[in-house]
């Protein structure tokens, strides 16, 4: 993931060198302008040739995505004293809020956005040692703002004006502990977290990272309702990492090239509740029964091998991270107008009879613009059987959210 020497931009920042940033009315746009007969020199401290160059295996798209970037530069040229010069502006617009910014997730996080042209400010709030993270990331030369907010009384400045508010605030999983140990803790986190989002910036992409995210996400949805703010649109619990750990290895199983393997997953985002669906793989491979058994079971087991390779030290920090970066980018590039923008992501859904289900979406400027139905179609005997095997489980963790919140008094 770091820059090649053909001046390769890798993270967000390979993702969102777009010509269409728009700005919304709460954001403070800041512009930038590489002008210079190389078309464009340095940016992020990172050497570049005379072209941009999008190698899509550093980024976080998918291989139809980054040829779908690829086609949306644009230069403008201008001649000037006999002398060509290519002009490329970078419209940072949006403002991105992560809480729990602190945390294991919450710092590298906030490296991967701090890194995406198209933030212009990034706000980062907990409850404790924030300002040394915020004073180490803003010495990056990248062109977003960092500021740092500590504790309840400054949570609701922390969200004024956002557009996208990344939630990994909570504790991680232990060695011997399920996500659902992590209930009792974790639910009360998100609950107050969202109160102060629907009072503070109601219109904003709110991604839940805290886990159990089964059951959170409902929680908050519940919040949004008695807030009088829900929109369903624009709740997303983050599975991504599911996403991420099933390319992964299926390319390292079949031997492909990362960049061109998608492989969505569905469900939820715990145990079994994962379904990765390997009859959906892109591009189309074959699998024996014995390798379907093995990858799935490895995707479903992968944040407990994390834990359990850590010894106490934590759960999936980095590579959540990752994911979710990849996540927020997506969200800003819908934001940003991009109609080509599609991730799996934990959505109060229609697709089954449970509330809330994850599933490949379209994003847009307004959120979820279409849930993809046709995943659940033509499956496997081995993915239909294990699909109904997964709704019990999930439901019971959605029925465990709602009724947590419905218990707790929301504040005024």
Do not use: W
Not at 229 to 243: A, C, E, M, Q, R
Not at 330 to 351: N, P
Not at 368 to 382: N, R
């Amino acid at each position: 993931m770091a820059a090649t020497s053909a001046a390769t931009f890798s993270i967000g920042a390979a993702i969102s060198f777009g010509p269409k940033a728009s700005q919304l009315p709460q954001s403070k746009p800041s512009a930038m302008r590489f002008s210079s007969q190389n078309s464009l020199t340095s940016f992020s401290g990172l050497k570049a040739s005379t072209f941009v160059n999008c190698e899509s295996e550093s980024s976080f798209l998918g291989k139809e995505s980054a040829i779908a970037l690829r086609g949306s530069f644009t230069s403008k040229a201008q001649k000037s004293s006999h002398r060509s010069q290519y002009h490329l502006n970078l419209q940072a617009s949006y403002k991105v809020a992560i809480l729990g910014a602190a945390g294991g997730i919450g710092q590298p996080l906030a490296l991967l956005i701090k890194m995406s042209p198209l933030v212009s400010a990034l706000h980062l709030y907990d409850i404790a040692n924030v300002k040394g993270v915020a004073a180490d990331l803003s010495h990056c030369n990248t062109p977003s703002q960092v500021l740092d907010f500590t504790g309840a009384s400054e949570l609701a400045d922390s969200l004024k004006g956002v557009n996208v508010v990344v939630i990994p605030a909570g504790v991680p999983r232990k060695p011997g502990m399920t996500r659902d140990d992590l209930f009792n803790i974790n639910a009360n986190i998100v609950k107050t977290l969202v109160e102060a989002v629907a009072d503070n910036c109601p219109d904003a992409f709110i991604h839940i990272i805290s886990n159990p995210v089964n059951s959170t996400v409902p929680i908050a949805a519940e919040v949004l309702k008695q807030k009088g703010v829900y929109n369903p649109k624009k709740l997303f619990g983050v599975s991504t990492l599911d996403v991420v750990r099933a390319n992964t290895f299926v390319a390292q199983k079949k031997n492909l090239k990362l960049i061109d393997v998608d492989v969505p997953v569905v469900g939820g985002h715990a145990g079994i509740t994962i379904l990765p669906l390997l009859s959906k793989t892109k591009p189309s491979v074959s699998f024996s029964d014995e390798e379907v058994q093995e990858l799935t079971a490895k995707i479903q087991n992968a944040g407990t091998e994390v834990v359990e390779a850590k010894a106490g030290a934590g759960s999936a920090t980095l590579s959540m991270a990752y994911a979710a970066a990849r996540f927020v980018e997506s969200s800003l590039r819908a934001l940003d107008g991009d109609a080509d923008v599609y991730e799996c992501s934990y959505v109060q859904s229609d697709l089954t009879e449970l509330p809330f289900f994850a599933s490949r979406v379209k994003l847009g400027r307004n959120g979820v613009e279409a849930i993809i139905s046709s995943d659940l179609q033509g499956l496997t005997g081995y993915e239909q059987k294990a699909l109904e095997a997964l709704k019990p489980e999930l439901k019971a963790s959605i029925d465990k959210g709602i009724a947590f919140a419905q218990k707790q008094p929301v504040a005024a």
